[in-house]
């Protein structure tokens, strides 16, 4: 066994890596025959998933070996090598065993024990069948990784340690809540209907939804999703519409979960703008405070912060703008200059100030956060580009304060829309969580969260099953490895034999045929007698680590055809794979 990993994921590499070196359907499958146009490779098989993207390979050169995987993974990622390199792990033998049984258990997974990965570990031996390139090893190898996570599922207690990442992601949304009271009434989009939106949609039934709306680019997988959340007993409310209808349903929904195969951005922050925005109308503008009505004084304001800031005039932004922004900079002691934050006064800054103009939700003030959205309507730019900074300003103090998961301090029940983005590279606009009235989670703030979760006890009897299975199986492997040269060798033997009967045929013609028989059997139990010992041994030594040698040894000692030990290992081969079928 010569099994060779080279990959990458959310441990190794930070997300926005992995999401520029996912791959898509069609990559996949050139990736695989390419694997297997390249020299040092036999047999592939590639999992990729949100969180990692590995090239499982059976090879005949370590170091070419490395060297070739993972130059194809950087060409089919679209990512330079260069730049891939620092971020990849290369896992060999036994190794690489260790790491696929891990993974299927979901000891490497973002949320521990999660179970997801199971199914995906299938489909990508599935598709190694398909396209033919997964052989007697790859078969094996994965077809046991899917027995060892059954295996750990059923026997430890490791789903406590962990869940799906979807309901991770509920329970983000939710902050403090419990999930189902978070989501009780609520209506839910679910844009994509492969098996991670399939898994999202039905997550939001059992959790207490009312209401789920299905949309994607094929019409009847959406439709198909939702009959089977109809008939699923939730009592959830469920229908299918078109990717061109995602802009209305933004409108009328709390909740989007978002999981496609999408190359580009599903949701842009205007499209989540213009939703939150939907039926509302702008606020009164306050006066100006005294002092900062009259030209002379804006004029002195401006050079105040052109000073502050080292930048040269622009365009002044709006009085009413300006007068807000001063107010809060005598509340607060910050001045905000397009970007930079300045302190103009002294005594203590105050973390939690106000937005200069207007579009923060005030702390205590749920009714207001949760219809923060109609302070957006009829704000200018330089408005929008004031309350950036502001956010921008509150984003850095939170990055000073424990994580909490997020990309926003909102509380959970007074957001407008909830959005959890599954997909990797990413379907929503990063740039919405400065939308007021709006949360997102996506990957990357999953992964921060996860790093703080605690791990269950047992996780340990995990680790313990996976120790046991991959010693199991290199032992398997390596005695595999010996046996068409054993084959081969009582193959030999019995054609000895055979020939020496017939030489005797020819000596002894009066022999009747109970005689020959007796002398024929005679001949092969004293072979079988002599070759037992040492076959049986030999097996026995070639399980060990180390043991593989022993094949070439009896070999050399039996002078055995090389020609006949592969074709005995081809047909071997042929029959595992033909009794394999499909991934189970």
Same mark, same amino acid.
């Given at each position: 066994?010569?099994?060779?990993?080279? =990959?990458?994921?959310?441990?190794?590499?930070?997300?926005?890596?992995?999401?520029?070196?996912?791959?898509?359907?069609?990559?996949?499958?050139?990736?695989?025959?390419?694997?297997?146009?390249?020299?040092?490779?036999?047999?592939?098989?590639?999992?990729?998933?949100?969180? %990692?993207?590995?090239?499982?390979?059976? $090879?005949?050169?370590?170091?070419?070996?490395?060297?070739?995987?993972?130059?194809?993974?950087?060409?089919?990622?679209?990512?330079?090598?260069?730049?891939?390199?620092?971020?990849?792990?290369?896992?060999?033998?036994?190794?690489?065993?260790?790491?696929?049984?891990?993974?299927?258990?979901?000891?490497?997974?973002?949320?521990?024990?999660?179970?997801?990965?199971?199914?995906?570990?299938?489909?990508?031996?599935?598709?190694?069948?398909?396209?033919?390139?997964? =052989?007697?090893?790859?078969?094996?190898?994965?077809?046991?990784?899917?027995?060892?996570?059954?295996?750990?599922?059923?026997?430890?207690?490791?789903?406590?340690?962990?869940?799906?990442?979807?309901?991770?992601?509920?329970?983000?949304?939710?902050?403090?809540?419990?999930?189902?009271?978070?989501?009780?009434?609520?209506?839910?989009? $679910?844009?994509?209907?492969?098996?991670?939106?399939?898994?999202?949609?039905?997550?939001?039934? %059992?959790?207490?939804?009312?209401?789920?709306?299905?949309?994607?680019?094929?019409?009847?997988?959406?439709?198909?999703?939702?009959? +089977?959340?109809?008939?699923?007993?939730?009592?959830?409310?469920?229908?299918?519409?078109?990717?061109?209808?995602?802009?209305?349903?933004?409108?009328?929904?709390?909740?989007?979960?978002?999981?496609?195969?999408?190359?580009?951005?599903?949701?842009?922050?205007?499209?989540?703008?213009?939703?939150?925005?939907?039926?509302?109308?702008?606020?009164?503008?306050?006066?100006?405070?005294?002092?900062?009505?009259?030209?002379? =004084?804006?004029?002195?304001?401006?050079?105040?912060?052109?000073?502050?800031?080292?930048?040269?005039?622009?365009?002044?932004?709006?009085?009413?703008?300006?007068?807000?922004?001063?107010?809060?900079?005598?509340?607060?002691?910050?001045?905000?200059?397009?970007?930079?934050?300045?302190?103009?006064?002294?005594?203590?800054?105050?973390?939690?100030?106000?937005?200069?103009?207007?579009?923060?939700?005030?702390?205590?003030?749920?009714? %207001?956060?949760?219809?923060?959205?109609?302070?957006?309507?009829?704000?200018?730019?330089?408005?929008?580009?004031?309350?950036?900074?502001?956010?921008?300003? =509150?984003?850095?103090?939170?990055?000073?304060?424990?994580?909490?998961?997020?990309?926003?301090?909102?509380?959970?029940?007074?957001? %407008?829309?909830?959005?959890?983005?599954?997909?990797?590279?990413?379907?929503?606009?990063?740039?919405?969580?400065? +939308?007021?009235?709006?949360?997102?989670?996506? +990957?990357?703030?999953?992964?921060?969260?996860?790093?703080?979760?605690?791990?269950?006890?047992?996780?340990?009897?995990?680790?313990?099953? $996976?120790?046991?299975?991959?010693?199991?199986?290199?032992?398997?492997?390596?005695?595999?490895? +010996?046996?068409?040269?054993?084959?081969?060798?009582?193959?030999?033997?019995?054609?000895?034999?055979?020939?020496?009967?017939?030489?005797?045929?020819?000596?002894?013609?009066?022999?009747?045929?109970?005689?020959?028989?007796? $002398?024929?059997?005679?001949?092969?139990?004293?072979?079988?007698?002599?070759?037992?010992?040492?076959?049986?041994?030999?097996?026995?030594?070639?399980?060990?680590?180390?043991?593989?040698?022993?094949?070439?040894?009896?070999?050399?000692?039996?002078?055995?055809?090389?020609?006949?030990?592969?074709?005995?290992?081809?047909?071997?081969?042929?029959?595992?794979?033909?009794?394999?079928?499909?991934?189970?």
């Amino acid at each position: 066994m010569s099994l060779l990993v080279v =990959g990458l994921s959310h441990r190794s590499a930070p997300v926005s890596v992995l999401e520029r070196a996912s791959l898509s359907a069609d990559a996949k499958v050139k990736l695989l025959h390419d694997t297997l146009a390249a020299e040092p490779a036999a047999e592939a098989a590639v999992l990729a998933t949100c969180n %990692r993207i590995e090239l499982y390979a059976d $090879v005949d050169k370590f170091h070419a070996g490395v060297a070739e995987l993972s130059t194809l993974l950087a060409q089919h990622s679209g990512v330079a090598l260069e730049e891939l390199t620092p971020y990849l792990y290369v896992h060999y033998e036994d190794r690489a065993v260790h790491h696929l049984f891990s993974v299927a258990c979901g000891l490497d997974s973002m949320v521990v024990g999660e179970g997801q990965i199971l199914g995906q570990i299938k489909d990508a031996l599935a598709l190694g069948q398909e396209q033919h390139t997964a =052989g007697r090893l790859i078969n094996d190898l994965f077809q046991q990784a899917l027995r060892v996570g059954k295996r750990a599922h059923s026997e430890t207690g490791i789903d406590r340690a962990g869940q799906s990442l979807v309901t991770f992601g509920l329970e983000q949304l939710a902050v403090h809540l419990p999930v189902g009271e978070w989501a009780a009434g609520k209506r839910a989009l $679910v844009i994509g209907a492969g098996s991670m939106s399939s898994l999202a949609a039905a997550t939001l039934a %059992r959790v207490g939804v009312a209401e789920i709306v299905v949309a994607n680019r094929t019409a009847d997988r959406a439709e198909r999703l939702a009959e +089977i959340l109809v008939a699923s007993g939730t009592g959830v409310a469920a229908s299918a519409v078109g990717m061109a209808a995602v802009a209305d349903e933004l409108t009328r929904v709390d909740v989007v979960v978002s999981c496609t195969g999408a190359t580009g951005l599903v949701l842009s922050a205007d499209d989540v703008l213009a939703a939150v925005s939907w039926g509302s109308a702008p606020d009164p503008a306050p006066q100006s405070p005294a002092g900062l009505d009259d030209a002379a =004084g804006l004029e002195d304001l401006g050079s105040a912060m052109d000073s502050a800031s080292g930048v040269t005039a622009g365009p002044a932004p709006d009085a009413e703008v300006v007068a807000r922004l001063v107010a809060a900079a005598r509340d607060g002691g910050r001045l905000a200059d397009a970007g930079a934050a300045r302190t103009i006064t002294a005594g203590a800054v105050v973390d939690r100030d106000g937005c200069p103009v207007g579009l923060d939700a005030p702390a205590g003030d749920p009714a %207001r956060a949760a219809d923060g959205r109609s302070a957006l309507t009829g704000v200018d730019a330089n408005s929008l580009e004031l309350h950036g900074t502001w956010a921008d300003q =509150g984003e850095a103090a939170a990055q000073r304060q424990p994580r909490r998961g997020t990309r926003t301090q909102a509380d959970g029940a007074a957001v %407008r829309l909830a959005l959890l983005d599954l997909a990797m590279p990413r379907d929503i606009d990063a740039a919405v969580h400065r +939308i007021p009235g709006v949360r997102l989670v996506d +990957i990357e703030s999953l992964a921060e969260a996860s790093a703080d979760a605690p791990m269950a006890a047992d996780v340990d009897a995990v680790r313990a099953i $996976v120790a046991g299975e991959v010693a199991a199986f290199g032992a398997a492997q390596r005695a595999a490895h +010996i046996t068409p040269t054993v084959v081969a060798l009582r193959a030999m033997a019995a054609e000895v034999v055979a020939m020496e009967v017939a030489r005797l045929d020819g000596r002894v013609p009066d022999l009747d045929e109970r005689q020959r028989a007796e $002398v024929t059997q005679t001949v092969r139990r004293v072979v079988d007698k002599l070759l037992h010992a040492p076959t049986v041994r030999v097996k026995q030594l070639a399980s060990e680590p180390g043991g593989a040698g022993y094949a070439d040894a009896l070999r050399e000692l039996f002078d055995l055809d090389p020609l006949t030990v592969a074709s005995v290992s081809r047909a071997d081969a042929a029959d595992k794979n033909d009794d394999s079928g499909r991934a189970s």
